[in-house]
């Protein structure tokens, strides 16, 4: 089978990783990729958006399934895409359409599907510049801290906790009036702050069956003990230490069920990854948000736990057999931690040399932002890449990670030290 996989960061180098394990394989191609995929698949220079170059590409070179990495290009309809060309529509695509979608595009989409299904979640109103007043007035009943969602895609960042009522009312005024984050904050999604510990939960459908991979734990915020700006992830752990086999059910039953059913109910076709967001509050879940692919840095985690082959179990979820696919999982622990460039998540330089990789020993490099040039490995984006290992538990796996990031340099490297810190 020839599979392409659309995408440059970690996540699709991970994806690249565990396909190529597979006998089924034939030739692998990652659009645009990075120096991780370069070792073992064919980069092609593609924008992930260039639908119809990811055409000509998918025709000259026969490709027989498409595997979407990032959620642009599935928010703005890449599936529908190969459906409606005669000429692209036997080719399998691994990721929801359009419609379905959206869960992940429109903030306010996702909670009104949340309460039509009657999935626990935060309570909340939406807010455009023509109501903005009334935003500012229900800002007021609510106590702090505050939280402000950019209903579309804002690149990670659209998400502001703020625990200063008049802070909250000018990011509002940011938000809605100066359109800080473009169109994406045209409207405004305002909910109440749910105090708990956060996890992430996987779930790969072919829209009857389904499958639920390995939970895992990320790191968002750029500074040791969870301070300072969001991130990407600085890193994550699998399996999460206090998901109990209660709490799994919970889950399982309030919230992965009707989720399933709801996109079933609303006619919302989707074959492909859910991640969904969860806080634990209490001993019970919520969903805090839901997204249509794999998260990064948590698929470095998750994938390499996974012992089926990659390519028959993306085979059946395209076929709508995921039912006869038994998952099997690796019961030791998975931990990734990342490097990034100084400066990130604001401004930083790219195009540092990567010295040391050849000496790790024990642990997988998963390149996110780097480029070659030549035989020279350079950094090419805020997340440079994961370090994952395996340890009995998360503390060995985290040791080993260090240990093997202690052989690697780039100028103004950062991580964090300190994850699993709240476990």
Not at 180 to 191: P, Q, R
Not at 255 to 278: A, M, Q, R, S, V
Not at 384 to 396: H, L, N, W
Request: charged share 25%.
């Amino acid at each position: 089978m020839n599979i392409l996989i659309i995408g440059a960061g970690g996540r699709e180098h991970t994806l690249a990783w565990k396909l190529k394990q597979s006998p089924k394989l034939n030739k692998l191609f990652v659009a645009p990729g990075n120096a991780g995929t370069a070792g073992i698949a064919a980069n092609l220079p593609i924008d992930v958006n260039d639908f119809e170059a990811i055409k000509q590409l998918v025709e000259k070179e026969s490709i027989d399934m498409v595997v979407v990495g990032p959620e642009d290009p599935l928010v703005k309809g890449i599936h529908d895409f190969f459906l409606q060309d005669a000429s692209l529509k036997h080719v399998s695509v691994i990721g929801p359409r359009k419609m379905a979608a959206t869960l992940e595009g429109s903030k306010e989409y996702a909670k009104k599907f949340m309460m039509r299904h009657n999935i626990p979640t935060a309570s909340y109103k939406s807010f455009t510049s023509d109501n903005f007043e009334e935003g500012l007035l229900f800002l007021e009943s609510l106590k702090p801290p505050y939280v402000l969602k950019a209903d579309g895609l804002a690149a990670g960042k659209g998400v502001l906790i703020l625990y200063d009522l008049a802070e909250a009312k000018n990011e509002l005024r940011d938000m809605l009036i100066s359109a800080k984050f473009g169109t994406a904050s045209s409207v405004v999604v305002i909910e109440e702050f749910l105090s708990g510990i956060e996890l992430s939960c996987f779930v790969l459908t072919d829209g009857e069956n389904y499958k639920i991979l390995p939970m895992a734990k990320d790191y968002k915020r750029i500074g040791e003990g969870d301070t300072g700006l969001n991130t990407g992830g600085m890193g994550a752990i699998s399996p999460v230490p206090f998901v109990s086999q209660e709490f799994l059910e919970k889950v399982h039953k309030r919230i992965i069920i009707p989720t399933i059913k709801g996109l079933h109910n609303d006619e919302l076709p989707y074959k492909g990854f859910i991640f969904i967001g969860l806080i634990k509050v209490g001993d019970d879940p919520f969903v805090i948000e839901y997204n249509v692919r794999l998260g990064d840095p948590e698929t470095e985690v998750v994938l390499p736990r996974i012992k089926n082959d990659l390519v028959e179990l993306f085979d059946a979820t395209a076929h709508g057999k995921l039912n006869s696919i038994e998952l099997e999982v690796d019961e030791r622990t998975a931990t990734t931690v990342m490097l990034v460039s100084g400066g990130y998540p604001e401004a930083y330089e790219k195009g540092m040399e990567i010295i040391g990789l050849k000496d790790i020993e024990g642990s997988i490099a998963f390149h996110a932002g780097t480029r070659l040039n030549e035989e020279k490995v350079l950094t090419n984006g805020g997340r440079v890449m994961a370090i994952t290992s395996f340890g009995r538990d998360f503390r060995e796996g985290l040791s080993k990670s260090y240990q093997n990031i202690d052989k690697i340099h780039f100028d103004n490297m950062y991580y964090r030290k300190d994850l699993g810190f709240d476990l």
